[in-house]
């Protein structure tokens, strides 16, 4: 039976960018904290679980998706795809998610508001940066078809890892068919997309050929900061309206949280050893991987 709006809003936590085996473990145990005290009524992680795709990682982040009891949909970053063992990611490259995979890629309905998964990943591109989105046809149907399958106006959030900007406004080219997605999701009248890889918030309206799509993005819960600290959203839907706030631990209000672009990559600082960016001031250069 689907939920009607008359009893009430529905609440989201949007979380993204764990990285495990560089999480934040003060982060996370607050999010858990939030999470067992105030019951959403969804988690949505949109992807990047793991640092490097290792098993400990994967073992790490599966046995902490498990603990949240509550409805959990896991989108598949392109940290979670193997690094290491080639032959896995193109013949298995879901192997390890094995543990959680009822929730991978799942489709929620939470009575009056279905949550969507577009797939942003790929196990390898016509491009050297496979760390980049991209949007294959199979996968943008499949959405579409879910989308469609629902009864009419049902109102839909989709969840996904990449932002879905094919050029952002410094002409960085970033998630490869993003915007033909985005103008079949604007004919769909979506709610808006939710998505991570970026490690900072935003909450931004991208234009198309079909109409506006709201792109809602979730911060990071590891020590890969970017510009921002650790941080979750929160998403409250009340019939079409959709409140989202960029909850964190050090109380920066949602407003400064919320970056004004997309841009390309997640930029952390160069040395784990050095400070944390202040909100806005985001370094050059990404440094190697330890």
């Not at 932002?163 to 406004?169: A, F």
Request: hydrophobic share 40%; glycine share 6%; aromatic share 6%.
């Amino acid at each position: 039976m689907r939920r009607d709006f008359r009893l009430g809003p529905i609440k989201l936590f949007h979380i993204s960018d764990i990285h495990f085996g560089l999480e934040d473990p003060q982060a996370l145990d607050w999010v858990e904290d939030c999470i067992a005290s105030e019951r959403p009524d969804a988690v949505v992680v949109t992807g990047d679980l793991t640092m490097r795709a290792r098993h400990k990682e994967f073992v790490a982040a599966c046995k902490w998706i498990s603990s949240l009891d509550v409805p959990v949909t896991v989108e598949i970053g392109n940290h979670d795809m193997p690094y290491f063992n080639p032959i896995e990611r193109f013949l298995d490259p879901y192997k390890r998610f094995r543990s959680i995979e009822a929730v991978l890629e799942r489709e929620l309905d939470l009575g009056g508001l279905a949550i969507v998964p577009l797939k942003t990943t790929a196990r390898a591109q016509w491009r050297t940066n496979w760390s980049k989105g991209w949007i294959t046809r199979p996968a943008l149907k499949k959405t579409l078809a879910m989308i469609d399958a629902l009864p009419e106006g049902t109102p839909v959030l989709i969840s996904a890892h990449h932002p879905l900007v094919e050029v952002n406004s410094q002409g960085s080219v970033l998630t490869k068919r993003g915007g033909k997605a985005l103008e079949e999701l604007a004919k769909r009248k979506v709610l808006g997309v939710m998505t991570g890889h970026v490690h900072d918030p935003f909450d931004l309206i991208e234009q198309t050929a079909a109409g506006p799509v709201r792109m809602i993005g979730a911060g990071t819960l590891s020590r890969r900061v970017r510009s921002t600290p650790p941080s979750f959203n929160q998403i409250i839907i009340d019939g079409t309206k959709v409140i989202v706030e960029a909850r964190n631990l050090a109380k920066v209000p949602t407003p400064d949280m919320q970056i004004d672009d997309v841009p390309e990559n997640a930029l952390p600082p160069r040395r784990p050893e050095e400070p944390v960016s202040p909100v806005a001031a985001v370094p050059r250069e990404d440094p190697p991987v330890r």
